[in-house]
């Protein structure tokens, strides 16, 4: 499942998963996925964090944060993120959103 997720998290970061975002949230967006890289998966959620203080509702930087919590096991965090980046307004993610919201109906499924 761990695999999944991470596939998932690259196919975002490869299609600009801080695009237009500032440094610093850029910055913490490659260390999380560092760390994700790295199987810290919780350790991959808290620099994800920090990167939605510096870009609060970035759709993409929510995908990853959602990708961490699964990873680490946190369901209920995975939909909650699937869930934000998939209500974003910004007309341009409609396919991430489409995305988003597949996932996190897959993430409440596998909750059960």
Do not use: W
């Not at 490869?14 to 910055?27: H, V």
């Not at 609060?56 to 934000?84: H, K, M, S, T």
């Not at 007309?91 to 489409?98: W, Y």
């Amino acid at each position: 499942m761990r695999a999944g997720v991470f596939i998932l998290c690259v196919l975002a970061a490869a299609s600009g998963a801080a695009k237009g975002a500032s440094r610093e949230a850029a910055n913490n967006v490659r260390e999380g996925l560092g760390r994700y890289t790295a199987g810290d998966y919780i350790g991959a959620a808290q620099a994800f964090d920090a990167a939605l203080e510096a870009e609060p509702g970035e759709p993409r930087i929510l995908f990853d944060r959602g990708c961490a919590g699964l990873a680490a096991g946190d369901f209920d965090a995975a939909v909650r993120f699937f869930d934000q980046a998939a209500l974003t307004s910004d007309r341009k993610s409609t396919r991430l959103n489409s995305s988003h919201t597949v996932i996190s109906y897959a993430v409440f499924c596998l909750k059960k």
